[in-house]
């Protein structure tokens, strides 16, 4: 039976790999939706034409989010020029007493990020 090329997303000739492993039995899932996409008539592969690589970049972009975990380097700064909305006060919906987001001068030096000084401890980028 046709197995599906890791690199290009052809199908080609050969034996099926038998999963043995979460991450291995996840590869194959994620294998098998590319493959579904592709021979979908209506799915995005149709107007884009994209790579099994862009498919899954996508799905990591999707699944998750505007996730930032602890990560080294990320350093709270005071950016110059003007005040600017605070992303993840703008994200929680939180406003000031005159309905508009808090803007602040801080934010992260790695991601360039406006945040407020509390923000930036809560949103996990210290």
């Known amino acids: 039976p046709p197995v599906q090329d890791q ?3 052809r199908l080609v000739p050969g034996k099926v790999p ?9 590869d194959v899932s994620i294998c098998n939706s590319f493959v579904v996409e592709k021979l979908s008539p209506h799915s995005a592969f149709h107007r884009t034409r994209r790579t099994q690589l862009q498919f899954r970049l996508e799905l990591v972009k999707q699944l998750i989010g505007g996730f930032v975990s602890n990560l080294p380097g990320h350093v709270q700064t005071r950016f110059d020029g003007r005040k600017r909305a605070c992303s993840w006060c703008s994200r929680e919906g939180r406003r000031n007493p005159t309905g508009r987001t808090p803007e602040t001068h801080y934010g992260c030096s790695r991601c360039g990020v406006n945040l407020c000084k509390g923000c930036f401890l809560h949103s996990g980028v210290s």
């Open 7 to 9: 690199a290009s997303g």
């Open 18 to 26: 038998q999963p043995n492993g979460a991450g291995q039995r996840l």
